[in-house]
């Protein structure tokens, strides 16, 4: 038998038929509910760390598309669509702005004494 690697984590899911195709054998299981979410959430906290890091525009990219990936599973497991997202953040937008303007607030300061 070869080396075994350890790696507890949620994957796409075409992986275990690409790791087979490859002549590996993978070892899964299917998550019940409240441990997928929570490996959702590890998921999206380790492809916003990997975006975070890209560097280049196709880095970024692809970067970009794997948490959006991610938060389009959270959002259908929730029961959410993406247009009612999109509708949130089209208010939120209208409401508060967007981040076009690169405004970096420093400090308030209080009217009161």
Known sequence: MGNKIIYNKLVRDR???IIK???DIPETKILDEEDYIKRLDEKLFEECTELLEA???KEILGEMADVQEVLRAKADFMGISMDEVEEVRVKKAEERGAFKNKILLKST?????
């Open 21 to 23: 195709s490859r002549g």
């Open 15 to 17: 992986i275990p038929e």
């Open 109 to 113: 300061t209080s009217r009161e004494g």
């Open 55 to 57: 560097k280049t525009k």
